[in-house]
């Protein structure tokens, strides 16, 4: 399946610094920082949790600028992380993000499970 070829907006795990940003870190062309409109939900572990809306508060993260040559296998690698085939964990989504004075239309990843 094709994907369509967007930046990644990420909040947690998978920013600079973050444990998973090795995943990401060697495909990369650019990196901004951005914000998102959602809520953080209490996911009952060690890891964040936004769900993604118009009315939530600015939730500050990265957007991540995937080389096109290794976007499809970085998108293989973030969903397995994410565990997206798990219904009760992560969802892709596309979504808006700000990012400067831009809105780019990216993907992120939604908890789908419980809160807390």
């Known amino acids: 399946m094709t994907e369509r070829h967007l930046p990644v907006f990420v909040y947690g795990y998978l920013k600079r610094g973050g ?3 090795h995943l990401v ?14 809520r953080r939900v209490d996911t009952g572990a060690d890891y964040p949790g936004i769900v993604f809306s118009e009315g939530g508060e600015n939730i ?10 290794d976007f499809e296998e970085v998108i293989r690698q973030l969903d397995a992380y994410e565990q997206t085939e798990a219904p009760d964990l992560y969802k892709r989504v596309v979504t808006e993000v700000a990012c400067g004075d831009e809105v780019v239309e990216s993907y992120v990843y939604e908890f789908t499970g419980a809160a807390h």
């Open 60 to 69: 500050p993260g990265e957007l991540l600028y995937v080389r096109a040559s």
């Open 19 to 21: 444990p998973g940003h």
């Open 25 to 38: 870190a060697g495909s990369l062309e650019d990196v901004r920082a951005a914000t998102a409109r959602g």
